[in-house]
């Protein structure tokens, strides 16, 4: 008994293991075209597994771009329910989520291509099925309170969420076009322009809301 017990947990996380196996390639393959882009082939080649196995955990390709969306969006909720929004001030509560939500980009740098994917070939249809306002309900809760004791000018606390989430993302999706504002070799995406663009992004967030 002890022994089928046993084997059973190894299987389970033999298959765990393995559908992770699958996100992390799928992750990267819808990056490259999207879902229309993208070929379960190429997915499965590239972590040596059949298409059926890829079906057999997701059930189409649909599921399986899914699937990508909805684990990126729980990750990036850990991320930020790791942060006491309510105990800090407004200013700074905003400094910790935006400085978080773009560590959250350079750890995945496919995440905004996939969503800028999204918007154009799926207007947003599987965006929606997911909990997207989970990541932009504290934004909006800062910014309310900083209204209200007065930190922050009056604003529309979701439109400014929005407009944040723009500044943070822009920089990596567009990347190989804003590069040629600088000096030629430069790498927008090496460790310090990261983290100045880190930087002006949280300090430029701030200083657009204070009163």
């Known amino acids: 008994m002890a022994s089928s017990v046993k084997k059973s947990a190894v299987t389970t996380r033999d298959a765990e293991a393995t559908k992770g196996r699958i996100l992390d390639a799928a992750e990267e393959e819808f990056a490259k075209g999207g879902l229309l882009g993208a070929r379960t082939e190429a997915i499965a080649a590239n972590i040596g597994v059949t298409k059926s196995m890829i079906f057999y955990h997701f059930g189409d390709k649909e599921g399986l771009y899914q699937a990508v969306l909805e684990r990126a969006i729980a990750l990036r909720i850990r991320s930020i329910q790791k942060i006491d929004i309510h105990s800090i001030e407004p200013k700074d509560a905003m400094r910790a989520l935006v400085g978080a939500f773009i560590d959250d980009i350079v750890v995945n740098q496919n ?91 949280v300090e430029q967030v701030v200083a657009s809301l204070l009163a």
């Open 111 to 201: 995440l905004p291509a996939i969503f800028f994917y999204e918007g154009i070939q799926n207007k947003g249809k599987y965006y929606g099925q997911i909990a997207i306002e989970s990541i932009y309900r504290p934004f909006v809760e800062v910014i309310e309170r900083g209204i209200k004791s007065g930190q922050f000018r009056k604003c529309d606390p979701l439109h400014v969420s929005v407009n944040i989430m723009g500044m943070c993302v822009f920089y990596f999706c567009h990347h190989e076009n804003v590069k040629h504002l600088w000096p030629a070799g430069t790498d927008l995406l090496s460790k310090d322009m990261r983290a100045q663009h880190r930087s002006e992004a």
